[in-house]
């Protein structure tokens, strides 16, 4: 059999391989022209040349002036420079390569005096953990290279490694405590202009996620400035997103989505974490506008790329929550499964990663900070004896006020637990009375706002009149009906929307509420939600398994403070130690 040609294609053929060849020959060229002009550089000059190229993106030309300074320090047998050089090689491989060129350099510094080289290649191997999202790893790499700068008194050393832990600290959501640490270094001479920049991103992050949005714009103009004029890109891009982020906080969310749309052009194209971060932000600037559709595109745009990386962040729970009861909304039950199984993974791995982490953080490094400035106290005033006398008096009794305190907190949780246990009995007591009883009861409380004149108290409004018994009774039956029917659970019931929903004003419900009631409005809406949650949580264990924030949106509360509040006032303990003592109620 003949086979035929078409001329055409291979003339296309031909040409792509020649275009090609073309551009591989021209890359080389360029390759080598780069590689020959750096005979001659010194190794300092080497070192900046890579960070200009660097902080601008340029990640070939980097890699070369990587690989040359490694190779002139192998062929001069300079191991403090090869050191240099397999860190500078690490920054732009992938995780396996860039791990051994780290462990290269614990072996070239092996025999030598200079042992800075163990802070810095721990810190290495720590920032190689974080960005393939291993923060346990990550912690520890920092508290090792915290310990060896701290042997060295190496100030600059110190302040990397502090300013690494800070980044996990505003990770697990401690961005107060992470603000206070760039802050510090922020308003130092200690860094370099680079470093100050992105202690300066770091420092606007936290200050967004802890609502402290005074300075932020300010500093964001400094970032962009900065940026556009040492023209790196990736900084600019930095700054397009955390302005987004200030846009999102505010609830402007037209503004905050144009900013996000430029950065997240930039950040997947070049395939950087980052996108993932700007992929939520969308999400939640179309959740605000109530564009669903929107909401779900990026949101599951965002679980495909966290599905191939597997790096996470603590906000994907707010994710596959929303896409959940998106498609639980939409009878959609696949989907609904496929994101119930994703959440539960992702859960699992961010709550393994908090619960080592707050526990972690304190005991390898706010204790040890603490006890070091206890240490820098005592070493200060020892040629003063009244002022050390005076600093160990004030010692312990901070000791003693934080034995007093950790055990009244002690016994105030035992309080709270033992009045949650009376609250599930009297709620199981309640249940298991006769269904006659019950019904009768409830009867009688359906039937309530029906009370005959004779012992109906009178009601009067502002101008002390006494309210029609009609009114009244139209009032009682309509909130007999509020409650019924569970329309208390809806959010934004205010005294004036309810008042319009009864067909009367708000005096004369209120009138009605507190001499019926005998409780203002506010507290008659929060002890009907706190009741009714209480006998669903104890019912409910589906219910139970929902975070705080998520229970106190199905009761109407526009925050978990608002709902926690309530609770406690109504109950007299807090939701969390209810929820508890349910769970344990029923192991036992």
């Known amino acids: 059999m003949k086979k035929y040609v078409n001329l055409q294609d291979t003339t296309i053929t031909m040409k792509r391989i020649f275009t090609f060849l073309l551009l591989s020959a021209n890359f080389f060229y360029a390759q080598k022209q780069l590689t020959d002009s750096l005979k001659g550089f010194s190794y ?89 999202d291993n923060l346990k790893a990550a912690l520890d790499n920092y508290i090792v290279s915290l310990k060896y700068a701290q042997r060295q008194k190496d100030q600059k050393l110190i302040a990397y490694a502090n300013l690494n832990i800070a980044y996990i600290n505003s990770h697990i959501g401690r961005n107060v405590e992470a603000a206070k640490m760039f802050r510090h270094y922020y308003d130092s001479n200690e860094l370099s202009e680079s470093e100050h920049n992105q202690t300066r991103v770091n420092l606007i992050n936290c200050y967004i996620e802890s609502d402290q949005l005074d300075s932020v714009g300010v500093l964001i103009k400094e970032g962009l400035d900065y940026s556009t004029k040492n023209q790196n890109k990736y900084s600019v891009n930095q700054y397009l997103y955390l302005s987004g982020f200030s846009y999102l906080k505010q609830k402007k969310y037209e503004q905050a989505i144009g900013e996000f749309s430029k950065a997240y052009d930039y950040f997947s194209d070049i395939e950087d974490n980052n996108a993932n971060y700007v992929l939520y932000s969308l999400g939640k600037s179309y959740e605000g506008l109530n564009d669903k559709k929107k909401t779900v595109e990026y949101f599951t745009k965002l679980d495909a790329n966290v599905e191939k990386t597997n790096i996470t962040f603590p906000d994907l729970r707010d994710v596959y929550t929303f896409l959940i009861d998106y498609y639980k909304d939409n009878d959609d039950t696949q989907k609904q499964l496929y994101y119930i199984d994703r959440f539960l993974k992702v859960d699992k791995k961010l709550d393994e990663q908090f619960k080592y982490l707050s526990t972690e953080l304190p005991k390898k490094y706010d204790t040890p900070n603490l006890l070091r400035e206890k240490e820098n106290i005592i070493n200060d005033l020892n040629n003063n004896k009244i002022s050390l006398y005076a600093s160990i008096s004030v010692l312990l009794l901070i000791l003693i006020l934080f034995i007093y305190l950790y055990y009244k907190s002690k016994k105030t949780e035992k309080q709270y637990r033992k009045i949650a246990q009376d609250l599930i009995h009297s709620i199981e007591k309640k249940h298991m009375e006769p269904v006659e009883i019950q019904k009768n009861e409830f009867s009688q409380e359906e039937t309530q706002p029906l009370i005959i004149e004779e012992v109906m108290p009178e009601i009067k409004d502002k101008t002390g009149n006494a309210l029609s018994e009609d009114v009244t009774q139209s009032i009682l039956k309509d909130l007999n009906t509020f409650e019924s029917k569970g329309l208390f659970l809806k959010k934004g019931i205010t005294l004036a929307s309810l008042a319009k929903t009864f ?75 209810y929820i508890k003592e349910i769970e344990n109620s029923i192991i036992s």
């Open 44 to 132: 300092a000059e080497l070192k900046k040349k890579f960070n200009d190229y660097d902080e601008k993106d340029k990640i070939q030309e980097s890699k070369i002036i990587a690989k040359y300074y490694l190779q002139k320090a192998k062929s001069e047998k300079n191991n403090l420079q090869m050191a240099e050089g397999y860190l500078l090689v690490h920054f732009n491989e992938d995780f396996p390569l860039a791990m051994k060129y780290i462990d290269s350099v614990f072996i070239v510094t092996k025999n030598t005096r200079e042992s800075s080289y163990d802070a810095i290649a721990y810190r290495m191997k720590g920032n190689l953990y974080y960005k393939n």
């Open 503 to 577: 067909k009367t004003n708000t005096a004369y419900l209120s009138e009605v509420i507190n001499t019926h009631q005998g409780k203002n409005f506010t507290t008659y809406l929060n002890d009907l939600r706190i009741d009714y949650v209480s006998e669903r949580l104890l019912e409910d264990k589906k219910l139970r398994s929902y975070k705080l924030p998520a229970i106190a949106d199905e009761l109407g509360y526009n925050n978990v403070q608002a709902f926690s509040a309530a609770f406690k006032k109504k109950t007299g303990t807090t939701p969390a130690i």
